[in-house]
């Protein structure tokens, strides 16, 4: 990813990272939509509890995956945007 990123500029690079968050984020409540309001995978968690079927279990994988790669890039963004703030007023100070 560092490649591919190496001559763009700092503002599309954090472009970049905000946009793929952004659509990683979008994808994860999309799951979450499709899972709980339509096809109805959680009236199995009132009692008696049933087993997930694979189908359930396919979606929870790839919701977490999801979730868990946006968190990761929203947290690049906010570090990136700090080293950003650090850098801009490094140059304003000196």
């Avoid at 109805?40 to 049933?50: K, T, V």
């Avoid at 995956?65 to 990136?80: D, E, K, N």
Wanted: hydrophobic content about 60%; glycine content about 4%; proline content about 4%.
């Amino acid at each position: 990813m560092l490649l591919f990123f190496h001559n763009w500029s700092h503002l599309k690079k954090l472009g970049a990272l905000a946009l793929v968050a952004v659509l990683l984020s979008c994808l994860s409540f999309a799951i979450l939509f499709l899972e709980y309001g339509v096809l109805n995978f959680g009236d199995s968690d009132l009692p008696p509890y049933q087993p997930d079927t694979p189908l359930e279990k396919a979606f929870d994988a790839v919701w977490f995956t999801a979730t868990f790669g946006a968190a990761l890039l929203w947290l690049c963004v906010i570090i990136y945007v700090i080293a950003l703030m650090f850098r801009f007023i490094k140059r304003r100070v000196a």
